[in-house]
Nanobody, 123 residues
C-alpha cells in the first residue's frame, strides 16, 4: 500500500554533486521514518541517512556526514538526498526506504522500499 519511487541518479565526476528524490504515495507518513541506503556490487546494503517525516530529526552514517544532506518536502511527499563531494566509492544503487515508527540505521527494520536509482561516480 506504500509506494516509493527514487529518481535523480546518474553519472557524475568525482567531486561533483547529485540530488536524489524519493516520492512517497499511498499512506499517511506522520509517524514514519524515511531512510536512504546504498548497495554496491558485491557489498552489503549500507545505511546512508534517515529522517523523521516531520523533518525534526535526522541521522547520518559517519562517512556521509558533512557531504550528504537528507531533507523532507512534505507538500510534495518527497524525501531528498543531496550528495556533494562525490567519490568513486560512492558508486552504488541508492534505495529509499520507509519505516512505520522511529529512525533506524538497520535495513531489516524498514518496511517499504523503492526500486533504487543508480549513482556512478567516475575518477
Amino acid at each position: 500500500q506504500v509506494q516509493l519511487v527514487e529518481s535523480g541518479g546518474g553519472l557524475v565526476q568525482a567531486g561533483g554533486s547529485l540530488r536524489l528524490s524519493c516520492a512517497a504515495s499511498g499512506r499517511t507518513f506522520s509517524s514514519y521514518a524515511m531512510g536512504w541506503f546504498r548497495q554496491a556490487p558485491g557489498k552489503e546494503r549500507e545505511f546512508v541517512a534517515a529522517i523523521s517525516w516531520s523533518g525534526r530529526t535526522a541521522s547520518y552514517a559517519n562517512s556521509m556526514k558533512g557531504r550528504f544532506t537528507i531533507s523532507i518536502e512534505n507538500a510534495k511527499n518527497t524525501v531528498w538526498l543531496q550528495m556533494n563531494s562525490l567519490k568513486p566509492e560512492d558508486t552504488a544503487v541508492y534505495y529509499c526506504a520507509g519505516r512505520v515508527r522511529g529512525l533506524s540505521s538497520l535495513s531489516r527494520e524498514y518496511d517499504y522500499w523503492g526500486q533504487g536509482t543508480q549513482v556512478t561516480v567516475s575518477s
